[in-house]
T-cell receptor, first 115, second 110 residues
Framework: ETGVTQSPTHLIKTRGQQVTLRCSSQ?????VSWYQQALGQGPQFIFQ???????GRGNFPPRFSGLQFPNYSSELNVNALELDDSALYLC??????????????FGPGTRLTVL | RKEVEQDPGPFNVPEGATVAFNCTYS??????FFWYRQDCRKEPKLLMS???SGNEDGRFTAQLNRASQYISLLIRDSKLSDSATYLC???????????FGAGTRLFVKA
């Protein structure tokens, strides 16, 4: 077990709705990254938060937004859901954003289905 | 061109076989390299980091060729439990952007 938890496990939404996914980092980790993994694909980097600030972003539109809290837990918010947003959403925590060798530990993911 | 490309697979091998996975990356400034393993409907888990000098962990050997921008993973004496998807991962300078390949599926059969 990595110590990274995510909620909910599964979620079904309809197109146009908004969703919030949650992640609790491993104890002592100050960095969290979010990924989207479509079926049959590798995880795609959405963004990373380091000490409550966005530290980098992948090629995702602004309707994907996030927060990191003082206890380093995190949220991913997606507005105006589209059918293509259906995927497994993974969060990963690590100790320090600036160390490229730092290992990321993944949570079990939230499986989002948009109808 | 994708930033990280892997063999499309799937690979179907018998127990005991040796199997090699290849991965290429496009950003020459990439700093860190990893192989992750992902079981069906589970989260990715770190298998091993990849260093220029090459590194070995039991039956697994990883190699990095910076000049060719190429990473490999060799699995010797395959076990049924090795069946999974293997993801090649590249991190940029500063470490904030992590790029995963699409993965290569391995089936090991008795």
């Amino acid at each position: 077990e990595t110590g990274v938890t995510q909620s909910p496990t599964h979620l079904i939404k309809t197109r146009g709705q908004q969703v919030t996914l949650r992640c609790s980092s491993q104890s002592g980790h100050n960095t969290v990254s979010w990924y989207q993994q479509a079926l049959g694909q590798g995880p795609q980097f959405i963004f990373q938060y380091y000490r409550e600030e966005e530290n980098g972003r992948g090629n995702f539109p602004p309707r994907f937004s996030g927060l990191q809290f003082p206890n380093y837990s995190s949220e991913l918010n997606v507005n105006a859901l589209e059918l293509d947003d259906s995927a497994l959403y993974l969060c990963a925590s690590s100790l320090a954003a600036s160390y490229s060798t730092d290992t990321q530990y993944f949570g079990p993911g939230t499986r989002l289905t948009v109808l | 061109r994708k930033e990280v490309e892997q063999d499309p697979g799937p690979f179907n091998v018998p127990e005991g076989a040796t199997v090699a996975f290849n991965c290429t990356y496009s950003n020459s400034a990439s700093q860190s390299f990893f192989w992750y393993r992902q079981d069906c409907r589970k989260e990715p888990k770190l298998l091993m980091s990849v260093y220029s000098s090459g590194n070995e962990d039991g039956r697994f050997t990883a190699q990095l060729n910076r000049a060719s921008q190429y990473i490999s993973l060799l699995i010797r004496d395959s076990k049924l439990s090795d069946s999974a998807t293997y993801l090649c991962v590249v991190k940029s300078t500063g470490g904030f952007k992590t790029i995963f390949g699409a993965g290569t599926r391995l089936f090991v059969k008795a």
